[in-house]
Structures are given as structure tokens and as C-alpha cells.
């Protein structure tokens, strides 16, 4: 295989997340007097970190101390319901079973509480994937931060390395590590969406990567 070492985005990419995410983005809005967000809403604000989904969902920008509160209410709620709907997507499972047999590196990079992460890897993917981390808040993705890390954890090089993701985050992410990108078509954003945003790859089923590893 042409790379040793494969990174995974998490939500969109490995899980479908979505309803679970926007589920706990309403009850924040319900919590702090504002209209509900509807799933496609919730779809088009992901990406960029819980604080961030949050600034987009709400109506009006909210005082820093508002938000933080808000950020607060979410990380308690998600925590309690981040399993009510969320599952893989067709087809991953069967994919980590090979890259696993075969022996590749792999680990999940997401923006992501870090907890969250490390909870959903152990109840989904804690037989094929033994580093997953949520990125720093300082260093949210696009920051190549916590790919490079993973980096070197796996002490992996720029040229045996590949970033798999489902958003221009994902994208960006990858090309500031100095890695490619192959865009997945099922996640939250869509194959003409990626294919503008610069993927160097756009896959339609979990089947697919594995020509292009």
C-alpha cells in the first residue's frame, strides 16, 4: 500500500453524528429562549467545533459570558446523548476490519470534544483505531496541529500519510499538514461541495478508499 499511516475526520466521515448534534444544539436553543434549528441547518453550521456550531445556530451573537454558558449546557446534554442516534456509516466497519488486517496506522482527528471523541472511538472502533483525540480549542482544525502529532506518535512522514475527511475543514486540514485529502461523499457537505473546495480524491462508498491506499 502506498501510505502506512491513514487519519480519519470523525463526524461525517466515520459516524453520522447529525441528529444527535442537532438535538443537543435545540435544547441549548430551548434552554436560552431561541427558535430550533432545523437538521439541515445544523448540517451546513458542523465543521468547526462545538463553540462555533453554537455562534451559527444562535439567532443573534450572544455576550462571550452567554456563550460560554450555552457551551456549558451543550457539553452536558451531548455528553448524556451523544448515542441516541448516531451510527456508522454503511460500510466503515468493514473498511477498519482491512486497514487493520493490512496493518495501517489509524487514528481519528476531530474538532470534536476531546472527550466525546475518545467515548464514541471505545463504543464504535476501540478494536481498529487506538489514537483518537478532539482538537485543542487553540488549535482547532484547519490548524495541522493534532495531524501532526498524530505524525509523529505513528512516526509517519508527509508522503505515507493521508487525511480522510467530509468538509473544506477536512480539506484544509490536510493541505496545511502538507498531506492530500480524499473527500467522502456521504458526510455532511457532498461531492460537488468537495470537489470545489480542492479534495484530491472524492470516494461515494468506504469500499473505494482502499484503491486509492
Not at 468493514?94 to 470534544?113: C, P, Q, R, W
Not at 472524492?202 to 491506499?213: C, K, Q, R, W
Request: net charge negative; hydrophobic share 40%.
Amino acid at each position: 500500500m502506498k501510505y502506512g499511516t491513514v487519519i480519519f475526520d470523525l463526524d461525517g466521515t466515520l459516524l453520522d453524528t447529525l441528529q444527535d448534534l442537532a438535538n443537543s444544539v435545540n435544547y441549548v436553543l430551548r434552554q436560552f429562549g431561541f427558535p430550533e434549528r432545523s437538521l439541515s441547518e445544523v448540517r451546513s453550521f458542523v465543521g468547526n467545533g462545538v463553540k462555533i456550531l453554537l455562534k451559527r445556530s444562535f439567532s443573534h451573537q450572544l455576550e462571550e459570558e452567554d456563550l460560554m454558558r450555552a457551551l456549558d449546557v451543550f457539553r452536558k446534554h451531548y455528553a448524556m446523548h451523544m448515542n441516541d442516534h448516531t451510527g456508522m456509516y454503511e460500510g466503515i466497519e468493514e473498511l477498519l476490519i482491512h486497514l487493520h488486517e493490512k496493518e495501517l496506522n489509524l487514528a481519528i482527528v476531530s474538532n470534536k470534544l476531546d472527550s466525546a471523541v475518545k467515548e464514541l472511538n471505545q463504543l464504535y472502533f476501540k478494536k481498529y483505531v487506538p489514537l483518537a483525540v478532539g482538537t485543542p480549542p487553540e488549535r482547532k482544525k484547519p490548524d495541522p496541529y493534532s495531524v501532526q502529532e498524530v505524525m509523529k506518535h505513528y512516526n509517519s512522514t508527509v508522503n505515507d500519510t493521508i487525511y480522510v475527511g467530509d468538509s473544506d475543514v477536512d480539506i484544509e486540514t490536510a493541505h496545511n499538514a502538507g498531506l492530500k485529502c480524499i473527500g467522502v461523499s456521504w458526510g455532511f457537505r457532498g461531492r460537488k461541495f468537495l470537489e470545489e473546495h480542492g479534495a484530491d480524491f472524492v470516494i461515494d462508498h468506504p469500499s473505494e478508499l482502499l484503491s486509492l491506499l
